[in-house]
């Protein structure tokens, strides 16, 4: 009886393990962009349309990162890359925008025709593409901000 006991008690935590494996923690799938958090802290996202609506008001560059919310490596850019201090100074010199691709996939085809994902574009105010990269920058922050300088001198 005692053995029998043992082993629904180690099924119920290996299924409680097994559960709370699916449960995915991170955050929301894109952050928002309702000034909550510390000033600076943080890189501003937003929708598509806001974004290019701000854009053309302010003139204003526009980085757009085309996702999806399963991509390990769209995961990575937000947890290493969008998190570094110098990466979100820079990126204040843009509006930035986050693209679901699976949630708007022909707005993603428009800037990421090869589909791979995560990819970064880089527009004009105008929506005019100048300059983009695909796949998870290897050099970490340091080479993503030289991508937005060069994104910068061409806009």
């Keep these: ?44 996202w937003y929708s598509y349309e806001e ?12 980085m757009v990162d085309v996702y999806a919310s399963w991509c390990k490596w769209c995961k990575e850019l937000d947890r290493v890359i969008y998190t570094d201090p110098d990466v979100i100074k820079l990126s204040d010199r843009f509006v930035c925008v986050k693209i679901n691709s699976d949630k708007e996939p022909a707005l993603a085809r428009r800037y990421n025709p090869q589909g791979g ?16 990269l695909g796949g998870y920058p290897r050099g970490g922050p340091d080479a993503f901000m030289q991508e937005m300088m060069v994104a910068l001198g061409k806009a």
């Design 117 to 132: 994902i995560p990819a970064v574009v880089f527009l004009r105010s105008d929506g005019t593409v100048v300059h983009s």
């Design 1 to 44: 009886m005692k053995n029998g006991q043992t082993l629904i008690l180690l099924m119920l935590v290996a299924c409680a393990c097994i559960a709370s494996a699916c449960i995915d923690s991170t955050e929301s799938d894109m952050p928002t962009a309702d000034g909550s958090g510390d000033a600076g802290a943080a890189i501003v």
């Design 51 to 62: 974004g290019m609506a701000i854009a053309a008001e302010q003139e204003k560059p526009v």
